[in-house]
T-cell receptor, first 111, second 112 residues
Framework: DAGVTQSPTHLIKTRGQQVTLRCSPK?????VSWYQQALGQGPQFIFQ???????QRGNFPDRFSGHQFPNYSSELNVNALLLGDSALYLC??????????FGPGTRLTVL | GESVGLHLPTLSVQEGDNSIINCAYS??????FIWYKQESGKGPQFIID?????DKRQGQRVTVLLNKTVKHLSLQIAATQPGDSAVYFC???????????FGKGTRLSVIA
């Protein structure tokens, strides 16, 4: 049984560019949450998708957007990248019980 | 891989000893608590969880204690092994699929 998978593993972008990160949830999970983890910090909640809708959102600007597909996989898009967007982006999937299982993350570096 | 926590509190423990990692959570309404282990370059890995109607829960080599009066959570690891070296985060939620709110994290370093 595959766990949560994310792609790509690493990504380097320049300021002002746009990026798309991808996540496939653990088998049987229908909810995907995205977190941003800056170096030396705990993960911070960005938003959560359920039934292809954004269900909850953390304190992140509209430059951060997402999508969930019918197969429950999800994308995180970030527009107009800033240096401060450099971080590890984590995807977590869950089902009704709410226990969230994390993927390995995508390391985004903005130059 | 890159370092997960550059300036986190560090707990150094001899191999074979027991470890206790503490966490103060923020919301008295939180209903569900989870401990995660994060190794360098990897995502957080679920260790153990506990609901607010319990004060203790045991897993394999790990025990979580919850004190709601002082909003304190602890993770005890028995017979600590080198493979336990990582950053440990506590997380709280209001339950269901509500967002996780993570604590600051503690780096556990096991001395062989």
């Amino acid at each position: 049984d595959a766990g949560v998978t994310q792609s790509p593993t690493h990504l380097i972008k320049t300021r002002g560019q746009q990026v798309t990160l991808r996540c496939s949830p653990k088998s049987g999970h229908d909810t995907v949450s995205w977190y941003q983890q800056a170096l030396g910090q705990g993960p911070q909640f960005i938003f959560q998708y359920y039934e292809e809708e954004e269900r909850q959102r953390g304190n992140f600007p509209d430059r951060f957007s997402g999508h969930q597909f019918p197969n429950y996989s999800s994308e995180l898009n970030v527009n107009a990248l800033l240096l401060g967007d450099s971080a590890l982006y984590l995807c977590a999937s869950s089902w009704d019980t709410g226990t969230q299982y994390f993927g390995p993350g995508t390391r985004l570096t903005v130059l | 891989g890159e370092s997960v926590g550059l300036h986190l509190p560090t707990l150094s423990v001899q191999e074979g000893d027991n470890s206790i990692i503490n966490c103060a959570y923020s919301n008295s309404a939180s209903d569900y608590f989870i401990w995660y282990k994060q190794e360098s370059g990897k995502g957080p890995q679920f260790i153990i969880d506990i609901r607010s109607n319990m004060d203790k829960r045991q897993g394999q080599r790990v025990t979580v204690l919850l004190n709601k009066t002082v909003k304190h959570l602890s993770l005890q690891i028995a017979a600590t092994q080198p493979g336990d070296s990582a950053v440990y985060f506590c997380a709280e939620t209001l339950g269901g699929n509500t967002p996780l709110v993570f604590g600051k994290g503690t780096r556990l370093s096991v001395i062989a």
